[in-house]
């Protein structure tokens, strides 16, 4: 049963698409532009990412002895220990979670396909079985799933972040939002987005791909029949 023309577009396909979706939320994870100021030359703040932010000169207005903040820093690093319970709320831990949360099931994801393919691969050169056993029903299964999966967590991070990042947090806007400043998600979030919808078309086309590669062998099965 050879490898067919739509068999090898879809290959292509799930590589190009999986590889885009981890590539997108590596970016994303990695940046600090989740949430920019739109007139970084007025505002104090810069921008902030899930791991990092950058001030200009910033004072909280409830610090006592007011503190001044000055360039980008982890957010976890000495220099914000005063500010982190406002800076770092729940929400944005709950968004880092999500989002490695995300990225072990990509790369878990990613394992279970090179295996999957190298099996569709091995099939077309007659070199294995053609009736699908358990470990390869595991494959055609788990692997779309983890996928969807991974997509779901990314839309939650997604979500949840430009959910709450406009929010009135106590008594202040986080990060200084709100008015008179004006607050804008950035292209960190932007690659997150699309690392989301590209994981939802990856979980696809392995499901396309594995329905295809089933009728193959179905007819390959009544042909020799």
């Known amino acids: 049963m050879a490898l067919s023309v739509c068999r090898m577009v879809l290959v292509v396909l799930v590589i190009v698409f999986v590889a885009l979706s981890i590539i997108c939320h590596i970016i994303a994870l990695c940046t600090d532009y989740w949430l920019k100021s739109s007139s970084a030359a007025q505002s104090e703040f810069l921008n902030i990412g899930l791991w990092r932010g950058c001030f200009n000169h910033y004072h909280h207005p409830h610090e006592e002895p007011p503190h001044n903040y000055n360039g980008c820093h982890d957010l976890y690093s000495d220099e914000y220990k005063n500010i982190r319970d406002w800076l770092v709320p729940s929400w944005l831990v709950s968004c880092r979670a999500l989002g490695i949360i995300a990225i072990i099931l990509e790369i878990?994801?990613?394992?279970?396909?090179?295996?999957?393919?190298?099996?569709?691969?091995?099939e077309s050169l007659g070199c294995c079985d053609d009736k699908a056993g358990?470990?390869?029903?595991?494959?055609?299964?788990?692997?779309?799933?983890?996928?969807?999966?991974?997509?779901?967590?990314?839309?939650?991070?997604?979500?949840?972040?430009?959910?709450?990042?406009?929010?009135?947090?106590?008594?202040?806007?986080?990060?200084?939002?709100?008015?008179?400043?004006?607050?804008?998600?950035?292209?960190?979030?932007?690659?997150?987005?699309?690392?989301?919808?590209?994981?939802?078309?990856?979980?696809?086309?392995?499901?396309?791909?594995?329905?295809?590669?089933?009728?193959?062998?179905?007819?390959?099965?009544?042909?020799t029949t």
């Open 108 to 122: 878990v994801g990613l394992i279970y396909l090179v295996m999957l393919l190298i099996w569709v691969y091995c």
């Open 134 to 223: 358990c470990c390869d029903r595991c494959l055609i299964y788990v692997t779309p799933i983890l996928f969807i999966l991974a997509g779901v967590f990314l839309m939650s991070a997604a979500m949840v972040f430009a959910d709450n990042a406009f929010r009135l947090q106590c008594k202040d806007f986080w990060v200084g939002g709100g008015p008179p400043n004006d607050n804008h998600l950035s292209y960190s979030w932007g690659f997150e987005v699309a690392a989301c919808i590209l994981s939802f078309i990856s979980g696809g086309l392995i499901i396309w791909l594995a329905i295809v590669t089933a009728r193959k062998r179905k007819y390959a099965y009544y042909s």
